[in-house]
C-alpha cells in the first residue's frame, strides 16, 4: 500500500520520523517482512533499547504496526510496514484528485 502525504501537518510528521538514518534503515528491513526487535537489533548492530525507541517513534508517526506473538520467554514484538511506497506532495489534496495537473 502507498501512502501519499500533502497535509502539511502530515508532511512534517513523517519528514521528522524519516530524518533518522537508523529509521530508515528500519523501514527498509520490514518492508518485505515483519522482524523482531531481537533481528533488528542484530541485523543494525544496535542495543534492543535504541531499535525499540526508534520503532516506537515510527509507531506514532503511523508508519508501522507491531503485533505480539508468543515467544520463548513471553511476548515477542514483531513489527512490520504499513506502506511499501512513502510520496510526499507539495500539491494540495484538491491538486491530486483532479485530472491532468
Request: charged residues 30%; hydrophobic residues 40%.
Amino acid at each position: 500500500m502507498d501512502l501519499i502525504v500533502s497535509d502539511v501537518e502530515d508532511i512534517i510528521k513523517i519528514s521528522e520520523a524519516l530524518s533518522s538514518m537508523t529509521r530508515v534503515n528500519i523501514l527498509k528491513l520490514i518492508a518485505n517482512e515483519e522482524k523482531s526487535i531481537t533481528e533488528l537489533s542484530e541485523e543494525l548492530h544496535m542495543t534492543k533499547g535504541n531499535v525499540s525507541s526508534q520503532v516506537a517513534l515510527l509507531v506514532s508517526s503511523g508508519l508501522v504496526e507491531v503485533r505480539y506473538t508468543e515467544g520463548n520467554k513471553g511476548l515477542k514484538k514483531l513489527i512490520r510496514s504499513k506502506y511499501s511506497k512513502i510520496v510526499i506532495s507539495l500539491l494540495s489534496d484538491d491538486s491530486l484528485q483532479e485530472p491532468g495537473k
